[in-house]
Structure formats: C-alpha cells, structure tokens
Nanobody, 122 residues
Framework: QVQLVESGGGLVEAGGSLRLSCAAS????????MGWFRQAPGKQRELVAG???????HYPDSVKGRFTISRDNAKNTMYLQMNSLKPEDTAVYYC????????????????WGEGTQVTVSS
C-alpha cells in the first residue's frame, strides 16, 4: 500500500521554526511533482512548496525565503523547513507526491498524506 505519513507539526511561537517530515511507504523512482500544501479553516488548500520533475523548486511569495523543501531519496522522505513562522502560517499541512512508485512493480500514484497541524501563536 502506498502512503505518505507527515510528522513534525505542533505549537510554536511566532518567529520560531519547525521541520515537517513526509515519509513514503515505498521508494519513489521518479516524480512529476511533489510538494507541501496547507489548508487553514475556511480557506482553500494552497501550495506552499513544490519540487518539479527537473528538480526546480517553487514557493509562493507568502513563504519565499522562510520555507525550504528538500528530499532524502535514501530515506524515502521529504521535508519542509519552516523558519520565521507567523500566525498566518497556522494550518493543517499536507504532503503530496505524484510519481512512479516501486511497490510490487512500478506504477504511477498520486498520493496525499493525512496532514499535520501547525499552530503559530502570536
């Protein structure tokens, strides 16, 4: 079963840092796109960091310079380093991978994690 499991969320004061992790249940051989999204109450889910198949990264202006996405292929894990956190960063954070997974053969899956809560106090 292919799945993603997020961890690392929690409560932090404004200006603090958190690192989110997203562990994949199987090796990911190739990606179309992988990234982190967030959804605050009453708002639409939005992309906060993405990696495209060529390796380029994308960040919206709201987090640029504060958030960094990275991956460790050996650990089948993706990370989101969040610095200088603001109260408006409070949301449930989800990871997503759309790519070719290796599990009893190779197959394309588009998988979402269950989410991890990040709360930033002012």
């Amino acid at each position: 079963q292919v799945q993603l499991v997020e961890s690392g969320g929690g409560l932090v004061e404004a200006g603090g840092s958190l690192r989110l992790s997203c562990a994949a249940s199987a090796p990911i051989l190739a990606i179309n796109v992988m990234g982190w999204f967030r959804q605050a109450p009453g708002k639409q889910r939005e992309l906060v960091a993405g990696i495209l198949s060529g390796g380029s990264t994308h960040y919206p202006d709201s987090v640029k310079g504060r958030f960094t996405i990275s991956r460790d292929n050996a650990k089948n894990t993706m990370y989101l380093q969040m610095n200088s956190l603001k109260p408006e960063d409070t949301a449930v954070y989800y990871c997503n991978v759309d790519g070719i997974w290796l599990l009893f053969g190779t197959k394309k899956y588009d998988v979402w994690g269950e989410g991890t809560q990040v709360t930033v106090s002012s």
